[in-house]
């Protein structure tokens, strides 16, 4: 039992041994790669579509998205006022209707 004990534990011990060489050979590598004078350079040049367009008219596209969120945005702020003040208005007309007229029907 011991003996398998200790073939066990030394060939753990080299598995680490050479998982510890490898490790460092491509640090090395990798060391070396990145210290290389003769690195290709790429020059990276901007994408530019054939039929691209102009400038002015992204702006235009733009400030055009823009005014209609405007006015879509106020006419909601428009249609919910006008909701709101129906509300308030039957609302009102609800409570007078009970404080007023209910009460003298039930009175008599």
């Known amino acids: 039992m011991t003996s398998q004990n ?3 534990e030394e ?3 080299r598995e680490r041994l050479l998982r510890q060489r490898e490790m460092e050979l491509r640090l090395r590598e990798m060391e070396a790669k990145i210290h290389d004078p003769d690195a290709p350079f790429y ?3 901007k994408h530019q579509q054939p039929n691209s367009q102009k400038p002015w008219m992204k702006k235009f596209i733009l400030g055009a998205k823009l005014i209609a969120i405007g006015v879509t945005v106020l006419i909601a702020v428009r249609i919910a006022a ?4 129906i509300i308030i208005v ?3 007309t609800f409570v007078s209707y009970k404080l007023f007229f ?4 039930n009175t008599r």
């Open 6 to 8: 200790d073939r066990h």
């Open 11 to 13: 060939l753990e011990q």
């Open 43 to 45: 020059q990276t040049v």
């Open 82 to 85: 006008i909701l709101a003040g």
């Open 90 to 92: 039957a609302a009102l």
């Open 102 to 105: 209910d009460s003298q029907i």
